[in-house]
């Protein structure tokens, strides 16, 4: 009778302390001139076995059940277990992953820690997907995701691992997209611009890469623009510079300068995979060519 019962989720006190508190409360109504009373319970089986029938109550026994489930141990049976089912608990390690501006595809484990039932997935950033299945039920499962290239600032978002009335968080956090370009027009003055002037016979369009790579960089130069028809130059290899040269007098060209849209992409590869910078798009300004007669 001594001690506390084994198993539950809502532990109560050793059976002894109960008793102790019985043993008080006769003293206390003695005092109060209180009369006997006679039932066929003593008070040590009263208390035991209301305490017992309780434990059972709050730890999800229905009424009868916890009735039988004190009876059995009356006539000997033992203690049986309560009929609290332990909750489902999935964790995830690591919380917070930080990936490159480049993407790429990366784990998780996830782990279940008690219960037996399933998780979902779900990414809540549009930039973020997972692949391989959104479900496991396993002790140990690895959620694989991939992350798109940042074509701009810093961004963050999260992998929901949830289940049955819980979930936990997995924060992605990805790195700014630092690859970005700049042009020259050196027939015009030796700074930056946005437009670049073709009033020469071989007038030079000038640009150069600023990116942070790891290892061994290709940088990938693709400009298109219309003069007549759709021109198009492109360079690939380990130079982040790159320049183009034009002819003035081509077809539609005037004495005040036509400009046209200037469509320049930088793709720079390294081992931390591929990230892009395009003119017009992601913090790079536009580009215009002007074209005028010779």
Known sequence: MCGAAPDGLIAFPPRNDSLDFRRQLESKYQQLGRGFSQSTVDAEGGVVWTQEYLRYRVNQCDHPTSVQKVFSQIDGGGVAPTCYVPPCIFTVSPTTQTVPAAGGTFTAVVTKTSGDCTYFSESLG????????????????????TVEPNPGGPRSTLIRVRWTNNSTLLEVNQAANTTSFNMTDPNNGPGETTTCLIKSTATPCVFAASANVTGTATYTWVVSYEYGSTITHNQAGPSPNFSFTQT??????TAGGVETVLNVTLTVTDSNGTVTAQSGSGGQPPLVIKFFTC
């Open 126 to 145: 549009s930039f973020v997907s997972i692949v391989g299945g959104t479900s496991g039920s396993g002790a140990t499962t690895t959620m694989t995701y």
């Open 248 to 253: 003035c007098g081509g077809p539609g060209s």
